[in-house]
């Protein structure tokens, strides 16, 4: 009988233990604050900081004091936030009547219990070393002052046409000279004058006699030609820092950098696709259906993305097609004018560029063809100069000379990139044809003379990879 209490004792401490163990590991407890950071700023940091109010959001530091609703009910309201308000719970309606009429509702985020848990830890004791990186960051996005708008130069062509009318001139009173010469002679020797031929016919007359001159004016003209299309096609200073207007004063710096989002949100397509895309209204709206307010341009530009898709700002609803407030879906009631953002970068139609290649199976970082696009306004054709100097914040950059987006630019990189043949994927069947047969372990024995195989190598100089 003891024996028997002794071990149904045991069985109610186990019991007891396990269950106290659950209820102990409140979603408040054992998650894991960095990954919790990466999360919190890939899904929350937006609207949310931790300790201070933002425009959009509750600060969330020490909320694990004031969320009286549970776990459960917590994890809903963060996927969910009107179901979660729908079932009554009294902190909820709180919640609700404090916040939901300035900011609008919280947009439900797809985050499993688990990660609202790391996210959790981060929220309630930022690591003191990254906590700390986060902190500054938001002190430290400046956006870098430059010229808006600069066309590219057409001074070549201008030369060009000078140059050719300063030709024309001094060989046409060059012919006049020598006929005006020849009348004189004429008329000394009492000879007739020449018939009044036409300026063609005498330059024709003038070039014969003078052959040297004209094949070294021709001579001329060809290097010219050589040197101009050369130049062309290296693109000495073709683009360099061209940024247009746009027709929102959409702001890289405040966005990437002091808000933290992923250049992928907005360019959601760069590495799977060939483009990277531009973020069409909706996307603006995940978070400027709550965001009304810029802190430096106050309602006017953000104002402009409401007009295009047919937001009301008071209402906080989508206007239908005859402009009438009601529950309307965004995207096919209202009839305004999309966002027509001016291209900035624009590769001519004959050339092939993917950015999958690049960033995907290249790994290369985005600041090494478009600069530190975190500290700009709108986008810009960064100067390579600057590019170059950023090696230190991003290493791994590749440094080079050659005017960005010129063909000149993109050979010079093929020349330096190195390939890893034995990270497997794309290269794959390369790598195993160079390892399998005599002669394609002598062309890996030439290429890796240099101990390195370069995209050139691979095949990134012919010109049909380029172009079509
Ligand atoms: C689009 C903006 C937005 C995003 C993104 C967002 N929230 Fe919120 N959140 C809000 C707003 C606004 C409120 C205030 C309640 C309301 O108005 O809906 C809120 C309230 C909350 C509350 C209640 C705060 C309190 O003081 O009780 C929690 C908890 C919360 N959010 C967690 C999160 C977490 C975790 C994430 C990321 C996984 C997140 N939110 C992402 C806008 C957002
Ligand atoms: C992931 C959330 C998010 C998205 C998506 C987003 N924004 Fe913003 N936007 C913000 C935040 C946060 C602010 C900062 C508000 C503040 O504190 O000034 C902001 C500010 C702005 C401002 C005001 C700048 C100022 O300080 O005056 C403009 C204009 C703006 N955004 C335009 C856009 C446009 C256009 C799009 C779509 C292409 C867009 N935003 C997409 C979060 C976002
Ligand atoms: C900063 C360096 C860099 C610049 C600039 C660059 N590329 Fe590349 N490119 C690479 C690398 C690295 C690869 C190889 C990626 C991989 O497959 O591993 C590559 C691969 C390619 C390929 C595929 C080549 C093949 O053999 O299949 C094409 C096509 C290409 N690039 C086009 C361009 C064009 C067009 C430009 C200029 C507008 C350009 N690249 C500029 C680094 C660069
Ligand atoms: C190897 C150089 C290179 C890298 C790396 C690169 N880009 Fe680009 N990007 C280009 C070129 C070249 C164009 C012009 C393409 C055209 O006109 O067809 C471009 C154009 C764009 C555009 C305009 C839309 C388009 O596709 O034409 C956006 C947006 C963009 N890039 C974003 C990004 C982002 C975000 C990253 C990093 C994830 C990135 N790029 C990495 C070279 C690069
Ligand atoms: C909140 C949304 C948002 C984020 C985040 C964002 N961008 Fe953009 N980006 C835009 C919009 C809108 C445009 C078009 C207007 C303009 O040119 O400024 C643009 C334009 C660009 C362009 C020029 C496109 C062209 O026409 O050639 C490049 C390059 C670019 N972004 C790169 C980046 C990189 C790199 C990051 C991450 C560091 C990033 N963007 C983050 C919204 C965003
Ligand atoms: C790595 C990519 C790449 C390769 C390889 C390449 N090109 Fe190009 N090429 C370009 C780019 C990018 C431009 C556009 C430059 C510009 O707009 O200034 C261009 C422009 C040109 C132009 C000028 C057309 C114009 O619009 O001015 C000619 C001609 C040309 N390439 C011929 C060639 C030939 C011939 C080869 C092979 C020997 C070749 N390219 C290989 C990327 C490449």
Known sequence: MKRLQHIARAICTILVFQVSGLAGQSIFEGGDPVNGQSLFNANCAACHKITDEMLVGPGLAGLQDRWTSGDEMLVKWIQSPQEAAESGDKYIKSLVDRYVSTYGWMT??????????????????????????????SEDCPTIDYDAEQESDSSDAMWFVFLLILFLVVA???AGISRSLTDVISEKNGEPYLPDTGYFTRLKGWAWNNLVMVSLIGFFFVIYGVVVGYSALMGIGL?????????????HSIH????????????????DSKHASIPSANVCMNCHKAIKKGSRTGTEEIEKIYASIGFDSNSGTYLDGEGNIGNALPQDSYDGEPIKWNKVHNLPDHVYFSHQQHVTVGGLQCQNCHGDVSTYSVGRIAPVEEINTLIDAYPGIIQLSKPTLTMGWCLECHNKAEIDLASGGYYEEIHERLLNSERGNEELRRYLEDEKITVRELGGWECSKCHY
């Not at 990437?256 to 590495?271: F, G, L, M």
């Open 239 to 251: 683009y360099t820092d061209y940024s247009p207007d746009q027709p929102i004063a959409f702001n």
């Open 108 to 137: 439900g985020q797809a985050v499993s219990k688990d990660e609202i848990s790391d996210i959790l830890a981060y929220v309630s004791s930022p690591p003191a070393d990254v906590g700390g990186a986060a902190a500054s960051l």
């Open 256 to 271: 990437a950098c002091e808000n933290e989002i992923d250049c992928k949100y907005c360019h959601s397509t760069v590495y």
């Open 172 to 174: 046409l009173s060059a």
